[in-house]
């Protein structure tokens, strides 16, 4: 999720023209080899997905992009209930403006090395909310963020409920020095209704589809890890944040809170 600029050039938004997911899909990725239906009730399973912690610091404070929120491992941040997972994104503390949410990660290091990666979700909508459905290497093994990647399948901001943005970030196309490569598409009820985020990646390039609409490709250019550190394996990840460089960039309403980001389920197919 990290970006210095605000992605205001969301021109390439995807209406009526979007190809099917039918026509784009890999159909040897078909075999589901890992899942979370959330058909349990109470604390997200620790053997599937595990926490950030904390405001990021003192490396990383704010999460790299001026965030405001401190995550936890708390029931009151993420739990499971009625089939389905529920991040929760509160204020702790009106007197020190102590905002809490949960940035969950699959569990373990092995990851995953190409597929298809399918959330079912409905997002949550107030001003300064950052919520996002994503994946991170599993080891850093081109260096630090950005030149070993980040695939953002999904990131909504709240004061743009409407747009659903997909994005990249290597050591070539990234928000640090706002090169990075993304795409919105407009799906209007995001925040209302649940609908599926999808990544298919294979050794030539990844696609982002919403439900049945591809929307954003990005391509090997088979030039160097720079431009392509996604030949390593990956980690999911969701959460909501608050604020920061994107999130906030219209300001913040601590008085619409709590939200919640309600997950039906997470699958993987290799």
């Not at 979370?36 to 999460?63: A, H, I, M, Q, R």
Request: include cysteine; hydrophobic fraction near 35%; proline fraction near 4%.
């Amino acid at each position: 999720m990290n970006r210095i600029n605000s992605l205001l050039l969301l021109s390439l938004i995807c209406l009526g023209s979007c190809l099917s997911a039918t026509d784009g899909k890999d159909k040897k990725y078909s075999t589901l080899v890992w899942s979370d239906e959330f058909d349990y009730s109470g604390v997200p399973d620790t053997t599937k997905w595990t926490y950030d912690l904390g405001d990021g610091c003192p490396d990383n404070c704010g999460w790299g992009n001026n965030e405001l929120q401190q995550y936890t491992s708390d029931a009151a941040n993420a739990y499971v209930e009625d089939g389905k997972l529920i991040i929760v994104l509160r204020q702790d503390s009106e007197i020190d403006s102590l905002f809490t949410s949960a940035r969950l990660l699959s569990t373990g290091n092995k990851g995953w090395k190409y597929g298809r990666f399918e959330f079912r979700a409905k997002l949550p909508s107030a001003l300064g909310t950052w919520s996002a459905l994503w994946m991170l290497p599993s080891e850093w093994i081109y260096g630090g963020w950005p030149h070993s990647g980040e695939i953002d399948i999904m990131e909504n901001v709240g004061y743009d409920p409407d747009s659903v943005v997909s994005a990249t970030h290597t050591g070539m196309y990234n928000g640090a020095q706002g090169t990075q490569k993304h795409t919105a598409i407009a799906v209007p009820d995001c925040d209302t209704a649940f609908h599926n985020y999808i990544l298919e990646w294979d050794e030539d390039e990844y696609r982002v589809y919403v439900d049945e609409n591809l929307f954003f490709t990005y391509q090997n250019e088979n030039k160097s890890s720079a431009q392509w550190p996604y030949d390593q394996r990956f980690r999911l990840l969701m959460n909501i944040a608050f604020g920061g460089n994107w999130g906030g960039l219209k300001g913040i309403d601590p008085t619409a809170l709590p939200v919640k980001m309600e997950v039906d389920y997470v699958r993987v197919y290799q």
